[in-house]
């Protein structure tokens, strides 16, 4: 991403922004290639990599993108879904964003899946998980209080949800609404009962996997 491979036959072309906070603190930083468009002196920027750990930090490197010099299109790869650059320009419409695939999960333990994932919400549920290869198949009571780790256990008592391990692995880490996949019958049961397990999987930001691999 920041051309020193030696295989990278642009690598020369890729320059590096940073961002620092008023105190001088590294707060962002940004990798960049000026491709030109033809011969009319116009470029594409296309950004290789972006990171910033404030809002601050990400709308001003942003902005250092879209107000180039010289500049008609920037691109960049491999940004979150609810990246804010849509309401961070004056014209949405000037944003075109193409979403894709690019990680795969699948739940194979659901009690240690669950001692590992954080509950934004307090969350008692019992969700029926169906299985084909058996893994995550069985009846799971599902505990938690807000900012804590969920206990998964056995239990032989009726089932809120029923769903597949398909399902339950989109929810493992928030990409998807319990509440949408409840909508479209992939989730069976109260719909109450798919809001609270909405309202405790659901992250902050939406996941994002920013390297291929």
């Not at 009319?40 to 809002?55: C, S």
């Not at 804590?148 to 998807?176: I, M, P």
Request: proline share 4%; hydrophobic share 45%.
């Amino acid at each position: 991403m920041s051309g020193l491979a030696s295989d990278d036959k642009r690598g020369a072309a890729v320059r590096g922004i940073r961002y620092s906070d008023a105190e001088g603190r590294l707060r962002g930083a940004m990798a960049i290639d000026l491709v030109e468009n033809g011969d009319g002196f116009r470029f594409t920027l296309k950004i290789r990599h972006l990171a910033a750990v404030t809002a601050e930090a990400l709308a001003a490197l942003w902005h250092f993108a879209l107000s180039h010099d010289l500049v008609d299109t920037v691109t960049a790869d491999l940004r979150p879904v609810d990246d804010p650059l849509p309401w961070l320009v004056a014209d949405q419409r000037a944003v075109e964003q193409t979403v894709h695939d690019h990680g795969w999960l699948r739940i194979l333990d659901v009690p240690a899946f669950f001692a590992a994932r954080t509950c934004r919400a307090p969350l008692d549920v019992t969700l029926r998980v169906t299985d084909p290869l058996g893994f995550a198949e069985g009846t799971w009571r599902l505990r938690a209080a807000a900012g804590e780790h969920a206990e998964a256990t056995t239990t032989d008592a009726a089932s809120d949800l029923t769903l597949g391990v398909d399902a339950l692995s989109a929810l493992s880490v928030g990409g998807v609404s319990a509440v949408r996949l409840h909508a479209a019958g992939r989730i069976q049961g109260p719909a109450d009962a798919a809001a609270a397990l909405d309202d405790a999987l659901r992250p902050e930001r939406a996941p994002t996997l920013g390297l291929w691999y």
